[in-house]
């Protein structure tokens, strides 16, 4: 099979590397779990997908987000926008499991906190449909149960797969009249190899979007 080379990419300009992480532009989500004595831990994640109606999680095998999730299935995904990764990040450097609970292995030091809220400036909303609580001040908010909590293949995070039962999106980023966000109005966070970006402008969309536009033109 031939592949045309692009007339700007010089030949050969690719290095074999070892990253150590592969957050390759991931989008970021608050995940709110009940604890056990019935408080909620509020903890930030980038690996996190959407097929249908089912969303897929990594977590940290030791974290309290995990272990909460593999007794007490229900949980929030609560998406923030790019100007809130200030607090997403102070949440990163926070822990919701209590001294003497064990070390969080491969973590930076993290401080425990049983209030995340709080601490991360944000509000808990009541959820309709699950215990855990929804982020007020986040634009998309996913109640959810998980149906299978199970070790990923090497044995050192949790894959979640998680059915979302009900989905909440502020007013602005509806298209009207319809069950649809405007991807024009909503830009996720976005965990790119550790740094925090926000959405470009649009270049265009699928051959299947339900919400087609034309995307602006590039600057000359």
């Known amino acids: 099979?031939?592949?045309?080379?692009?007339?700007?990419?010089?030949?050969?300009?690719?290095?074999?590397i070892t990253p150590s992480i592969l957050y390759f532009g991931t989008p970021v989500a608050l995940?709110?779990?009940?604890?056990?004595?019935?408080?909620?831990?509020?903890?930030?994640?980038?690996?996190?997908?959407?097929?249908g109606q089912v969303v897929v999680l990594g977590l940290g095998r030791e974290g309290r987000t995990g272990r909460n999730l593999a007794d007490r299935p229900e949980l929030v995904l609560s998406l923030p926008e790019p100007g809130q990764w200030a607090a997403v990040e102070r949440l990163g450097r926070l822990t919701?499991?209590?001294?003497?609970?064990?070390?969080?292995?491969?973590?930076?030091?993290?401080?425990?906190?049983?209030?995340?809220?709080?601490?991360?400036?944000?509000?808990?909303?009541?959820?309709?449909?699950?215990?855990?609580?929804?982020?007020?001040?986040?634009?998309?908010?996913?109640?959810?149960?998980?149906?299978?909590?199970?070790?990923?293949?090497?044995?050192?995070?949790?894959?979640?797969?998680?059915?979302?039962?009900?989905?909440?999106?502020?007013?602005?980023?509806?298209?009207?009249g319809t069950q649809h966000i405007?991807?024009?109005?909503?830009?996720?966070?976005?965990y790119n190899f550790r740094h925090y970006f926000g959405l470009g402008s649009e270049l265009g969309h699928s051959g299947i979007s339900e919400t087609p536009r034309e995307a602006a033109p590039s600057p000359a």
Request: contains cysteine; hydrophobic residues 40%.
């Open 1 to 16: 099979m031939h592949f045309a080379q692009h007339p700007t990419a010089p030949a050969g300009r690719h290095l074999a």
């Open 31 to 51: 995940v709110t779990t009940e604890n056990p004595d019935g408080t909620f831990n509020l903890a930030p994640i980038s690996s996190a997908w959407a097929l």
């Open 96 to 176: 919701g499991r209590p001294p003497g609970d064990g070390p969080r292995p491969g973590a930076r030091a993290a401080r425990y906190e049983p209030d995340k809220f709080t601490a991360g400036g944000f509000r808990a909303q009541p959820s309709e449909a699950v215990r855990p609580p929804r982020v007020a001040e986040c634009p998309i908010q996913l109640e959810a149960r998980a149906a299978r909590v199970a070790p990923d293949v090497s044995g050192d995070f949790l894959i979640v797969e998680a059915r979302v039962v009900k989905v909440h999106a502020d007013a602005r980023l509806v298209v009207p």
């Open 182 to 190: 405007d991807p024009a109005a909503w830009s996720p966070l976005i």
